[in-house]
């Protein structure tokens, strides 16, 4: 069955399920939070299929024509197989390394979906990366980098490198307990850093970043900033405790300053970038984008003489139906609408203010490829801006204006679906949360009023705000 033919039948059945909801009766609820029929449709009518299965974040969106249906194929062809050194006879393919994290995008984004930090054995997941730097900022507002390690560290290499070392991480458990009695306890991630091959690191700033989920991030780029910056108060005007405010970053195809929307500080401008960057800091492949590797000068000395997979290594026609694909996949729809306590948990989602970061509902404005995310009603559950979230979750490197406690609101759709899909409920940016209720915990700054909010909850209304968001 064809992707397109596959999300048809999702989409008509869904259809048939909410006219059964609908001849049935319900106690009302307040306005704000009443359920609509529309509200199923968490990437709008174009972008959403009704999957609950482990292919939840993997399906096109509906409307894709026969050709764009093959690029979508083609492009999660190269998303999905592993890269190979060079020369290769499967010479699209080659020029991983000489440093690198992982073999393949979906090495880090199985299934499209959010990775875990660690293997069953206790080790390091290809998932979970580090950025690094050095106090200071380039010539555009970026991050410095670590002079003997670079952007990003790698701890695996093709052979006859040297890979730049090895990453451990251990937890402390931080107990804590609700104003009801109920007990709960948080972990504490610490990471070491050993077998440093290149140096030392001295003065290193150290932010861990666990891959996210990918479906969803067309619609995202489709949403104008103008929308966006309608969210932002960065003087907090209304005096609610929140001041989000957007990131400018650099735009390397336009050359200029833009707005930043992706990645965990929004350090990135668009689907396009955020895709070479990966390419680049996490595979080692260049692109037209980013067209040399991401070595450091003692590195490039050592190995600039290499064999590669030719310049650039992902060929654009190629490249462009990678980020095609990932523009492409469609957002699972919500699921238990008219459950009482989803309905209920939705209204203490707004009472405590979540809502003032995790934006519900959103219109998309013009998108050129692909079309059909064009004004869009979608539902992200996001801002896309920065805030402050405290020193308990600060990682304390700057990310162009995005200070070391700040982070992009994390869109939540498709949260309750992370463990079909890929097996582990872990969550935040260094994936420290084994579960959506140790994350709401760890929030503070901006967001410790609505923390505290849900903390006071009854442990009955606690439960119901931990369903709406599985909801979604």
Same mark, same amino acid.
């Given at each position: ?11 008509? %059945? ?10 049935? *009766?319900?106690? +009302?609820?307040? #306005? ?11 990437? &709008? ?20 024509? *026969? ?82 390690? $670079? ?16 990453? /451990? ?11 009801? $009695? ?24 150290? #932010? ?30 209304? &005096? ?12 390397? +195809? ?28 996490? %595979?080692?492949?260049?692109?037209? %984008?980013?067209?040399?590797? $991401? ?6 000395? +050592? ?6 997979? &030719? ?19 469609a957002v699972p729809g919500r699921r238990s609408l008219t459950d009482q306590q989803v309905i209920s948990g939705?209204?203490?989602? !707004? ?7 995790? !934006? ?6 013009? /998108?050129? #490829? ?14 896309? %801006? ?17 200070? $070391?406690?700040?982070?992009?609101? /994390? ?32 929030? &503070? ?14 442990? #009955? ?7 709406? !968001?599985?909801?979604?």
């Amino acid at each position: 069955m064809s992707a397109t033919l596959k999300n048809l039948v999702f989409h008509s %059945l869904w259809i048939l399920s909410l006219v059964v909801f609908s001849q049935c *009766s319900s106690p +009302k609820v307040e #306005s704000e939070v009443e359920t609509d029929v529309d509200e199923a449709y968490s990437g &709008g009518k174009e972008g959403t299929v009704f999957d609950q299965t482990a292919n939840a974040f993997g399906n096109s969106l509906i409307s894709l024509t *026969s050709d764009e249906v093959d690029q979508f194929v083609i492009g999660n062809s190269f998303n999905r197989n592993n890269w190979v050194t060079a020369p290769s006879s499967t010479s699209a393919r080659d020029g991983l390394g000489p440093l690198f994290n992982a073999t393949s995008c979906s090495a880090c984004h199985f299934q499209d979906g959010k990775g875990a930090p660690l293997n069953a054995d206790q080790t390091i997941t290809q998932s979970l990366l580090f950025r690094l730097s050095i106090p200071g900022k380039g010539e555009h507002g970026e991050p410095l980098f670590d002079p003997n390690y $670079g952007e990003q560290f790698n701890p695996r290499a093709i052979i006859g490198v040297e890979a730049e070392g090895d990453v /451990s991480v251990t937890y402390q458990e931080i107990p804590g307990t609700y104003p009801d $009695g109920t007990a709960y306890s948080l972990r504490k991630p610490t990471y070491i850093f050993s077998n440093l091959k290149y140096g030392p690191m001295t003065g290193t700033l150290v #932010s861990p970043r666990i891959s996210t989920q990918m479906s969803g991030v067309g619609h995202l780029e489709a949403v104008t900033e103008a929308t966006i910056q309608s969210f932002a108060d960065p003087n907090d005007a209304n &005096g609610d405790g929140i001041s989000g405010r957007p990131n400018y970053v650099w735009d390397y +195809k336009t050359r200029k300053k833009v707005m930043g929307r992706f990645g965990w500080k929004a350090n990135q401008s668009t689907v396009e970038q955020q895709t070479a960057s990966a390419f680049n800091g996490d %595979l080692g492949i260049t692109s037209t %984008l980013f067209i040399t590797e $991401g070595l450091t000068t003692a590195q490039k000395a +050592k190995y600039g003489s290499l064999p590669n997979g &030719g310049s650039p290594e992902v060929e654009d026609n190629i490249f462009q139906d990678v980020v095609f694909y990932i523009k492409a996949l469609a957002v699972p729809g919500r699921r238990s609408l008219t459950d009482q306590q989803v309905i209920s948990g939705k209204a203490l989602f !707004i009472k405590a203010n979540c809502s003032g970061c995790h !934006i519900p509902k959103m219109t998309t404005g013009k /998108s050129d #490829s692909p079309t059909y995310l064009s004004a869009q009603t979608i539902r992200p559950y996001t801002d896309l %801006l920065l805030h402050d979230l405290g020193d308990g979750l600060a990682d304390n490197r700057p990310d162009y204006e995005a200070t $070391g406690t700040e982070w992009r609101t /994390s869109p939540l759709w498709g949260i309750g679906l992370v463990k079909t899909v890929n097996k582990h409920t872990n969550y935040l940016h260094d994936g420290r949360a084994r579960n959506a209720e140790e994350a709401i915990l760890w929030h &503070g700054g901006e967001a410790e009023k609505s923390k505290q909010a849900f903390m006071k909850f009854a442990k #009955s209304d606690r439960d119901a705000v931990l369903k709406f !968001i599985d909801s979604l």
